[in-house]
């Protein structure tokens, strides 16, 4: 059913809405996953590592020594390979060995005969050499990456919000599909649903409804914190708090999808999966200027090249400009832009999205 969308107020700012969006939510609880199925998800504690190795180890496939016992052995001095042991790479080295010789350093004899000298620690991995016990691999906050599945013991504690998204008739081709994409770049749990839907998450996102549907009778009802922002695009969009779900509602088009993921959705998934606020990616100069109208926040898109970063749109976002830029800024709405040359901070557009 087509409801009556209600009259757009003045334009609330950007700032202003984040701000009172945050401070309605807090993280989500974490759970323990197991190491590969925690890949991507934020950490609510860090992963901590054990010694490792946790005794020396061969780097490569060889003899197995005590480094002393070969002091001074060479081609025109070889020595007895007492107590030589052949190891392959990632084999622990027996009692009082330190060093591995290349496969090539002992003749076999008989008698087997030691041609190279070693150092200590020459081709083996010292037991801690690889990580200290007790050293952080990856700290609370951060996404787990595939290489820390190395050092991961045991289940890992993190936080995966749930995110449901609503695409109405109005929604762009691809819209519900890019909102997910990008929910679960940081680690969120994120299913897409009918529009007419109140699945149970603790983040909504309603793309190109009327209205949104029941999430927008809610907001409607009480707690809605602003409808009209200042942003463009997406000055349309609306955001609220029912009981604990953050609710997003989008206009359907691309830009303004993309927009309201950029601006709203974004701080909101990093405050619930305990990830803090998004860093700049990438810093450098404009090479040209970025114009934008005071009063209301604009979402620029860039491309990075040789000389700096060259703007490829502003406010007013094609798809073939978002199919170009590889970076976005938002220019805040206290200022009318960047001139040439100025020095900004930018955020990557992710490949995937």
């Known amino acids: 059913m087509t409801r009556a969308r209600a009259p757009i107020q003045a334009l609330t700012p950007l700032d202003e809405v984040v701000r009172e969006?945050?401070?309605?939510?807090?993280?989500v609880p974490p759970r323990r996953l197991p190491a590969a199925q925690a890949l991507g998800r934020i950490l609510a504690e860090p992963i901590v590592a054990g010694r490792t190795p946790p005794q020396p180890v061969a780097r490569?496939?060889?003899?197995?020594?005590?480094?002393?016992?070969?002091?001074?052995?060479?081609?025109?001095?070889?020595?007895?390979?007492?107590?030589?042991?052949?190891?392959?790479?990632?084999?622990?080295?027996?009692?009082?060995a330190d060093a591995v010789l290349a496969p090539d350093g002992i003749e076999e004899g008989p008698p087997p005969m030691i041609f190279a000298s070693a150092a200590p620690g020459e081709g083996a991995r010292r037991a801690g050499e690889d990580l200290s016990e007790g050293a952080t691999v990856r700290p609370a906050g951060e996404a787990v990456r595939p290489v820390d599945l190395f050092a991961a013991l045991g289940d890992l504690a993190c936080r995966?919000?749930?995110?449901?998204?609503?695409?109405?008739?109005?929604a762009a081709p691809g819209a519900a599909a890019f909102a997910a994409a990008w929910a679960r770049r940081l680690g969120a749990q994120a299913e897409i649903a009918d529009a007419d839907a109140a699945p149970p998450a603790d983040l909504?996102?309603?793309?190109?409804?009327?209205?949104?549907?029941p999430w927008g009778d809610r907001l409607a009802a009480g707690g809605l914190i602003a409808r009209g922002i200042a942003l463009e695009p997406g000055r349309d969009s609306a955001v609220g708090v029912w009981e604990r779900t953050a609710v997003v509602l989008l206009p359907g088009r691309a830009e303004e999808v993309f927009a309201g993921m950029a601006a709203l959705v974004?701080?909101?998934?990093?405050?619930?999966?305990g990830a803090g606020p998004r860093r700049p990616d990438a810093r450098g100069s404009l090479t040209r200027k970025v114009?934008?109208?005071?009063?209301?926040?604009?979402?620029?898109?860039?491309?990075?090249?040789?000389?700096?970063?060259d703007p490829v749109a502003v406010g007013d976002l094609t798809l073939a400009?978002?199919?170009r830029a590889d970076h976005w800024l938002l220019a805040p709405a206290?200022?009318?832009?960047?001139?040439?040359?100025?020095?900004i901070e930018a955020f990557r557009l992710e490949a995937g999205l």
Request: glycine residues 16%; proline residues 9%.
């Open 266 to 273: 974004d701080p909101c998934l990093r405050l619930l999966a």
């Open 321 to 323: 400009a978002l199919g």
């Open 291 to 309: 114009a934008s109208a005071l009063g209301r926040a604009e979402l620029a898109l860039l491309r990075r090249g040789d000389d700096g970063f």
């Open 334 to 343: 206290d200022s009318e832009g960047f001139a040439a040359g100025d020095a």
């Open 21 to 27: 969006l945050l401070a309605r939510l807090e993280p």
């Open 204 to 213: 909504v996102v309603a793309i190109g409804a009327d209205d949104a549907g």
């Open 160 to 170: 995966a919000p749930g995110v449901v998204v609503l695409a109405g008739g109005r």
């Open 60 to 96: 490569r496939a060889g003899w197995a020594v005590a480094a002393h016992d070969t002091a001074g052995a060479s081609g025109y001095s070889p020595m007895p390979a007492a107590g030589a042991v052949p190891v392959e790479a990632g084999d622990p080295l027996p009692p009082g």
